[in-house]
């Protein structure tokens, strides 16, 4: 009897031995399966992220472009009222130029007039001198 349970101990020794080994096996391949799947993940979460980084770069770019040409509008609308306050102060300075000489003109016929008056309150004393 004692040889007996030795041998089914051994037996069933045996068979917990296998059992464990089958059960280590397939613990190796759990984890293998889990490690590739996790390599995966990570792989996918690369790619993920390298299109993110892709979309953000070109979004960026266009953000870029927008700006650009928003400074250069800017530039352009700054320089046309800078042109339209240049012409307004040409033409204000042509104005002011034009009155000069039209000043100097006036001023020069009223000296004129005055001259001729002087001349014919010169001429009319001499008449009232000579009829008097």
Avoid at 77 to 101: A, C, E, F, G, P
């Amino acid at each position: 009897m004692e040889r007996r349970e030795r041998g089914l101990m051994k037996r069933l020794n045996t068979t917990i031995k296998s059992f464990n080994d089958e059960q280590l096996k397939r613990d190796e391949e759990v984890l293998s399966f889990l490690e590739k799947r996790e390599e995966r993940m990570e792989a996918n979460m690369l790619k993920k992220a390298e299109g993110f980084e892709y979309i953000y770069k070109e979004q960026f770019k266009e953000f870029g472009k927008i700006m650009v040409k928003r400074d250069k509008e800017i530039e352009r609308d700054n320089n046309y009222r800078q042109k339209l306050w240049i012409d307004s102060l040409d033409h204000v300075n042509s104005n002011v130029v034009n009155m000069h000489s039209m000043l100097t003109e006036i001023e020069s016929s009223l000296n004129t007039l005055g001259a001729r008056q002087d001349q014919l309150i010169t001429l009319a004393n001499d008449y009232c001198l000579r009829n008097s």
